[in-house]
């Protein structure tokens, strides 16, 4: 039998994941020829990228000999997330030297569903430290790298999948999205991500929620009907779940062949909700839509929502101070021993010094907020259909660019040295970090807060040759009315094909 890549004069990479497993079932190729192209375009690839931390080949090419050739992704290649998407008996870091020999116990209930589907899982992808940052630069793997540019970070913490689905390395790969971890590399690597209602996907069986409910788990994808299709695998009662979304009657990937013939009410906005600049390109992306979709025939009113986004932003800051502290003092028990500085990153370190200073009153009172804003989005959304915005504010930071100034640096370890997270909280030290990174991401929480789904997609690209996503956010339990859009927006001239960027050209 030939190889993949030349079965019908197309490429590897140009298929999707729905296009390998439909080759799997007619029998036109072996699943065990698509994991052995898989494996030469990471080699290929993965040197520049640094996308793979962990390679499973061995166990890739023993699960392609016994695929369930019902699954929807019957023999397709797929590498899973560092963080929350555990496989047994393999390593799972959190993109952190402390977690350097630690070992999943069990499958996480995310990667039980995804093995269901006949995927191959191939290897693991490169994350910030706990998945805390909107780049990829750990200390202990280093960067991930953009294959749009290499010089530029492919965002995070789904860096790695990002890097690796927009190579080519593989046409699905795992994400979650707590903050934007899934929207914001997507839009910086040219591709479809969708983060699911509150509740959609499985947590457990390790947790009942994740950072209160704010993260979500899905892939990243290059094509949207992957995406859906990998939603309807995953969308399962869990019963160990603190949350469950309503079920969908239905499957999402039937709603990309849906005509978007209603009338849509559709709101946008191009302002930061925390009132710093946006970029005229991601501005741009925004208004071209805007008024593609105007000619459509569709109602589309500038107008933003009706909540106060400063205070979005410091409750998704307090939680996420929280959040650290708990996993720090939860790594005793692992560890054995009580957590030192120097196991960690020092903004980990210091982060979590901040949520030891924040007091159980101020993380209930930002909870609240979070209700606040959902009620909120929810009476919005009785009037309007879609709420767009840019994806990101900025365009994808250079390597490095976002590292702490040599100022931060000492004041972060003379304070985390000494504990006073108290101290470096009242002087806004860490705030400014944050709000120095989210001020290029200020977009995508709101919809991680609310519960709400919300996508991007890529329909622009800059003259430099970097893509810009558009974010979509709906009511909550609505990511049919999200495919539907999606896939019209799919075919449309709009459309930046991620096989543009340099990498797809290195086969």
Not at 343 to 371: H, P, Q, Y
């Amino acid at each position: 039998m030939e190889r993949v890549s030349r079965v019908e004069g197309v490429n590897y990479q140009q298929y999707d994941g729905l296009g390998l497993a439909e080759l799997v079932k007619r029998k036109e190729v072996h699943p065990k020829e698509i994991v052995a192209e898989a494996i030469r375009v990471i080699e290929m690839h993965n040197p520049k990228l640094n996308a793979v931390i962990n390679k499973l080949y061995e166990k890739a090419e023993a699960m392609a000999e016994e695929i369930d050739l019902n699954g929807s992704f019957a023999g397709v290649p797929m590498l899973l997330k560092d963080l929350a998407q555990e496989m047994e008996g393999e390593k799972i870091t959190f993109g952190s030297k402390v977690y350097q020999d630690h070992y999943a116990k069990v499958d996480s209930n995310y990667v039980k569903q995804v093995r269901k589907t006949g995927a191959v899982l191939i290897g693991q992808t490169n994350i910030p430290e706990f998945g805390l940052m909107g780049i990829t630069e750990p200390a202990i793997y280093g960067p991930a790298r953009n294959p749009w540019n290499t010089e530029h970070t492919p965002g995070g913490s789904s860096g790695g999948s990002a890097a690796a689905v927009a190579s080519g390395m593989v046409p699905i790969a795992g994400a979650n999205d707590g903050g934007g971890s899934i929207r914001i590399p997507a839009s910086f690597c040219g591709l479809f991500g969708l983060k699911p209602t509150r509740g959609r996907t499985p947590v457990g069986p390790l947790a009942g929620r994740s950072w209160q409910g704010a993260a979500v788990d899905l892939i990243l994808s290059r094509s949207v009907r992957d995406s859906a299709a990998m939603l309807d695998a995953l969308s399962v009662y869990e019963k160990g779940a603190a949350f469950h979304a309503l079920p969908f009657e239905g499957n999402y990937l039937s709603q990309l062949q849906m005509n978007v013939d209603k009338r849509l009410k559709i709101a946008f906005t191009v302002q930061s909700p925390l009132g710093n600049k946006v970029d005229p390109d991601c501005k741009g992306a925004v208004m071209k839509t805007a008024k593609f979709l105007e000619s459509l025939g569709h109602h589309v009113v500038e107008k933003e929502a009706p909540v106060d986004g400063r205070k979005i932003v410091y409750s998704f800051l307090t939680m996420y101070f929280g959040e650290v502290a708990a996993h720090l003092a939860s790594l005793e028990e692992i560890l054995g021993r009580k957590v030192k500085m120097n196991d960690v990153e020092m903004t980990t370190w210091i982060v979590g010094l901040i949520g030891k200073a924040t007091s159980a009153k101020e993380f209930v009172l930002s909870l609240r907020e979070w209700d606040k804003a959902a009620l909120e989005m929810e009476i919005f959304h009785e009037t309007y259909d879609f709420y767009m915005t840019p994806t990101t504010a900025m365009l994808p930071a250079k390597i490095g660019e976002l590292d702490p100034s040599p100022y931060e640096k000492l004041a972060m370890q003379v304070s985390g040295s000494l504990g006073f997270g108290g101290i470096l909280k009242k002087a806004g030290i860490v705030e400014q970090v944050a709000e120095n990174n989210l001020k290029r991401t200020p977009f995508t929480q709101l919809a991680n807060l609310t519960g709400q789904p919300a996508m991007t997609v890529p329909l622009h690209l800059t003259q430099e040759g970097l893509p810009v996503g558009v974010q979509f956010m709906a009511a909550k339990g609505r990511e049919d009315l999200l495919y539907s859009m999606a896939g019209m927006l799919e075919q449309s001239e709009l459309w930046v094909p991620v096989q543009s960027n340099p990498f797809f050209k290195l086969v």
